[in-house]
């Protein structure tokens, strides 16, 4: 383990905990200490560097701070590995029987009915601009769920959880548990606003709706989507880089083992709170605080809308124009199956919108709003709300579709007969 100047490390642990979190955490502080430097200390010891620095901090300001990690990048400890990784440093009164148990279970549910919407929306019949913005969904919303499972079932479902994360798993959990979920998950939220975009342009811009609302269009909006996802969460690939360290196994005392260790890059150290500011606010305006807006905003107008239909709805049938009020009924069914989607979506994602707005507030101005354990949890459970959403698509569009209720019967029936269930699920 490497060694560097004892109280210019010990410094440098407190000061970085002190400038990302309101609260200072004695533990964490402690085993920073231990992880970077190599020194053991006590509470009471951790209590006081924190004091200290804290002290120094308020007199000196920045230039103290900016000294400190200047004689950090100094000496040895700018090489040191950062803590080294274990996954029950959170509540596992939560973690082990929502990630071990009760995520997966709802993930495998997830992939096999969205497998199943994949299968109906590809029949030739089903193909509209909207069923391709539904089957982009479906794979993202599958996606999302599926990359996590492995990290889930390897460390939360076994007594892993309490060991040091191996050095071979190190870099594979960070990509399969938030990285590559990140990018599904931003490409979910937009699809979703694109669905609801085109349903708006159907309804209420029947005629620009013909030019706009095409094949040709959807295909490359949902090609933007996914680029957009990828571009955006691109530098998450690039910011750390893993480190081989040994720790004595927690399992198994009389025995070590390799485990795993993360490092920023010197491009991300220089200014690590700028970089992670940026990263967070671009993720909170556009990835949650847009989109959600947008979503309520066409909500609330599609809404008035299937209002005003109605009331046409009422005045055909007083005409006793049944082919015309026929046609409208099935628009309407469409549209509302496509409002419960939009609604279902908004209720467990704005909770977890809510929390990152928490989250960069306190990173930003050093606020106390909630407190980290309280945020790991409430993360924990809005990040399960949004996994229980994903087989629920499913059956709304069973419930609320019979052109897709009758393909699906037919799919397992394995007939081939067509019928003239017309355009329900298809707007245009």
């Known amino acids: 383990m490497i060694v560097c100047e004892e109280n210019v490390c010990a410094m440098y642990c407190a000061a970085t905990h002190a400038s990302r979190n309101a609260t200072l955490l004695v533990p964490e502080v402690t085993q920073c200490i231990f992880d970077a430097c190599d020194i053991q200390v006590s509470y009471d010891e951790t209590k006081f560097i924190i004091r200290q620095t804290k002290a120094m901090m308020s007199l000196e300001g920045r230039n103290w701070s900016q000294g400190l990690k200047q004689a950090f990048d100094q000496s040895n400890c700018a090489d040191a590995p950062g803590p080294a990784m274990r996954l029950d440093n959170l509540d596992t009164r939560y973690t082990v029987p929502i990630n071990g148990f009760l995520s997966p279970i709802v993930i495998v549910l997830a992939v ?145 083992v390799s485990a795993c260790a993360m490092k920023h890059r010197p491009w991300v150290r220089r200014d690590m709170n700028l970089y992670y500011n940026i990263y ?100 924990l459970f809005s990040n399960f709300f949004i996994l229980l959403s994903y087989p629920l698509n499913f059956f709304i569009y069973c419930g609320m579709s019979r052109q897709f209720r009758d393909t699906f019967k037919r799919l397992l029936t394995r007939t081939g007969i067509e019928t003239s269930c017309g355009s329900e699920i298809i707007p245009v």
């Open 112 to 256: 096999f009915t969205n497998s199943l919407v994949c299968l109906v929306l590809l029949k030739p019949h089903m193909r509209s601009p909207t069923t391709i913005i539904l089957l982009a969904l479906a794979i993202s919303d599958m996606l999302t769920g599926l990359f996590p499972l492995p990290v889930f079932i390897y460390f939360y479902s076994t007594d892993r959880v309490h060991e040091w994360v191996p050095y071979r798993w190190c870099w594979i959990m960070h990509l399969f548990s938030e990285y590559i979920p990140t990018i599904f998950h931003t490409a979910s939220i937009w699809l979703t606003v694109a669905l609801a975009t085109q349903r708006y342009i159907c309804v209420c811009h029947v005629f620009k709706a013909r030019t706009w609302c095409t094949f040709q269009n959807t295909v490359a909006t949902i090609a933007f989507v996914f680029t957009f996802a990828i571009l955006t969460h691109s530098s998450r690939f690039f910011e750390m880089y893993s480190v081989e360290t040994v720790r004595v196994s927690v399992l198994n005392p009389n025995n070590t």
């Open 280 to 379: 967070y606010w671009f993720r909170v305006v556009f990835i949650h605080f847009i989109p959600c807006v947008s979503l309520v905003v066409m909500t609330a107008l599609l809404v008035h809308t299937m209002r005003a239909a109605q009331w046409r709805r009422r005045q055909l049938q007083l005409q006793n124009e049944q082919r015309d009020n026929s046609k409208l009924g099935e628009s309407n069914r469409t549209t509302m199956m496509l409002l419960v989607v939009v609604v279902l979506f908004l209720l467990v994602e704005v909770p977890l919108g809510l929390l990152m707005v928490f989250l960069i507030l306190q990173q930003t101005f050093d606020l106390i709003i909630i407190s980290v354990e309280l945020m790991h949890i409430l993360s």
